[in-house]
């Protein structure tokens, strides 16, 4: 559901898109919730996409932070699909900036922590606060290496965008590719199913 | 690149308005105050408006942050290129003069991030 793609270490040719295309396969694993039934377990086939383009911009005192709700909520950003057959794949990157961004899903839970109870993203504290945060030289704009999936009635994702101290104020521009997928379900062949992209629930990556 | 030339008929000159998803970086600032009648203190303002908070549930609009002043004698020019590199505008990109002077010129050019 959270994907940070790494910086590759050779290239091929012909290149490998990062979005998403018409006759890729997906699978969304057993551990979805019986809420989300229509994703739960199943396979599906990508039969359409449509790209959008979106940027949402911030102007930010140092030390301060702003909390973007990407769901449908009402004071959310409205970047979830409205449909159970579409699936949002969602790349953003951040345009270079003094800044942090934390991840929670849903609303205080964070996405990015260690095991060790006390090892959680922790703005007031000078060695936390750059536990588990993304800057925008991880995942830069015009090339995105963070990507989230989002389907209908999918728990709010919360993006905490921060600045951090040495600047009076900052603007951060984060950069959004929405990759609006069709999906139409599937039985998979063995072949297909080595071929699908797992798309996990949030609660795995917390074992 | 875009750039414009005003002269300083007022005491704040609007140059560039809030492009919203980008910062305004000056490239280029050139005072020409050969005709001017007296020492021109030039101050190259960025006025924003800063978003609702954690912190700031109520941002002042029109928040204006003085980015870098320079003083250029009557009957002088000075122009300013590398020395911008690190200048970045986050709102309107706007020049201050201390003293109103329609002979002063200011050219201020820019690339957006």
């Known amino acids: ?207 | 690149m875009p750039s414009i030339a005003k002269a300083m008929e007022s005491t704040t000159v609007i140059f560039a308005t809030e492009k919203q998803n980008a910062k305004i970086i000056p490239s280029v600032l050139v005072v020409d105050n050969y005709n001017g009648s007296q020492p021109a203190v030039i101050t190259l303002q960025d006025c924003f408006t800063p978003s609702v908070t954690n912190g700031v549930s109520s941002p002042t609009s029109g928040t204006v942050v003085s980015r870098m002043i320079t003083t250029v004698d009557n009957g002088g020019l000075e122009i300013l290129g590398p020395t911008l590199e690190d200048v970045e505008i986050l709102g309107q990109a706007r020049v201050l003069i201390e003293t109103m002077d329609s002979s002063c010129f200011v050219t201020l050019g820019w690339d957006f991030e």
Not at chain 1, 53 to 79: A, Q, R, W
Not at chain 1, 141 to 160: Q, S, T
């Open chain 1, 1 to 207: 559901m959270i994907q940070l793609l790494p910086m590759p270490e050779a290239t091929v040719t012909p290149g490998v898109p990062k979005y998403l295309q018409e006759g890729n396969f997906v699978t969304f694993t057993d551990r979805w919730p019986d809420t989300l039934s229509w994703v739960k377990g199943k396979s599906f086939v990508i039969e359409k996409t449509n790209q959008v383009p979106y940027d949402l911009h911030y102007i930010i005192p140092t030390n301060d932070f702003k909390d973007v709700d990407l769901s449908n909520s009402s004071d959310g950003e409205k970047m979830y699909p409205t449909n159970t057959k579409t699936l949002y794949q969602v790349g953003v990157g951040f345009k270079p900036a003094d800044m942090l961004c934390d991840l929670f899903i849903p609303a205080g839970e964070y996405c990015q922590r260690l095991e060790y109870a006390s090892m959680v993203p922790t703005l007031s504290s000078n060695t936390l606060r750059y536990l588990g945060a993304f800057n925008s030289t991880d995942t830069p704009y015009g090339d995105a290496r963070l990507f989230f999936y989002f389907v209908y009635r999918l728990e709010p994702l919360i993006m905490r965008l921060y600045v951090d101290y040495g600047i009076d104020y900052e603007k951060i521009v984060a950069g959004f590719l929405v990759n609006q997928c069709y999906m139409r379900q599937v039985l998979l062949t063995p072949e297909q199913a080595a071929q699908s992209d797992v798309i996990r629930y949030y609660t795995e990556l917390r074992w």
